[in-house]
Each structure stands twice: as C-alpha cells, then as structure tokens.
Nanobody
Framework: QVQLVESGGGLVQTGGSLRLSCAAS????????MHWFRQAPGKEREFVAA????????YYADSVKGRFTISRESAKNTVYLQMNSLKPEDTAVYYC???????????????WGKGTLVTVSS
C-alpha cells in the first residue's frame, strides 16, 4: 500500500521558515516525480515545486522561486520542502504527490498525501 505522509506544518510569523517532509512508502519511487502542491482557503490547488526522484532536477512555481527549496533523501525515501521568507499568502494546506514519469503543474498524480497545514501570520 502506497503512502505519502506529510509533516512539518505549523504556525510561523512572516519572514520565518519551515521545513516540510513527505515520507513515502509502499513502492519504489525512482521512476516518479515528487511534487508539492498547496491549497489556500477558497482557492484551487496549485503547483508549488517538484523534483525528479532519479537525477534530482527541480522545478518551482514563480511565486516561490528563490524562497523554497525541494530536495529528496533517497536513503529515507523522503522529500523535503524548505520554505524561507514566508509570507501570509503562503498560508495553505500543503500536499505531497507522486506522478509516474515527468513533472506536471496540474493535479494529474497517481498518489497524494493528506496534507499539512502551514499558517503564516502577519
């Protein structure tokens, strides 16, 4: 059974940092692209960042480029999202997702986690 379990969300002040983790289990993800999406209240789910598991190439939404960093640790089957210089508009539920093959910015994923809430206070 494939599971993606996010952790690391919480409440942080503007300008602060958080690191989200996504622990993946149940299969080998070497042929997958791992993604982070987020959904703010009343808004659609949007792409944040992605990483090709094999090779480590990364992709970012313009809104987070230069502030967020996605990475993976193969030995732990875990993907991270380091978030710096957080803004109130980054407040959302953050979801980890896996897609076989390449990266996409739409929500066409094979597997999803349940999400972790990030709240940035002004």
């Amino acid at each position: 059974q494939v599971q993606l379990v996010e952790s690391g969300g919480g409440l942080v002040q503007t300008g602060g940092s958080l690191r989200l983790s996504c622990a993946a289990s149940g299969r080998t993800f070497s042929s997958y692209a791992m993604h982070w999406f987020r959904q703010a209240p009343g808004k659609e789910r949007e792409f944040v960042a992605a990483i090709i598991w094999s090779g480590g190439r990364t992709y970012y939404a313009d809104s987070v480029k230069g502030r967020f960093t996605i990475s993976r640790e193969s030995a732990k089957n875990t993907v991270y999202l380091q978030m710096n210089s957080l803004k109130p508009e980054d407040t959302a539920v953050y979801y980890c997702a896996a897609r076989f093959g390449g990266v996409t910015t739409n929500a066409d994923m094979q597997y999803w986690g349940k999400g972790t809430l990030v709240t940035v206070s002004s």
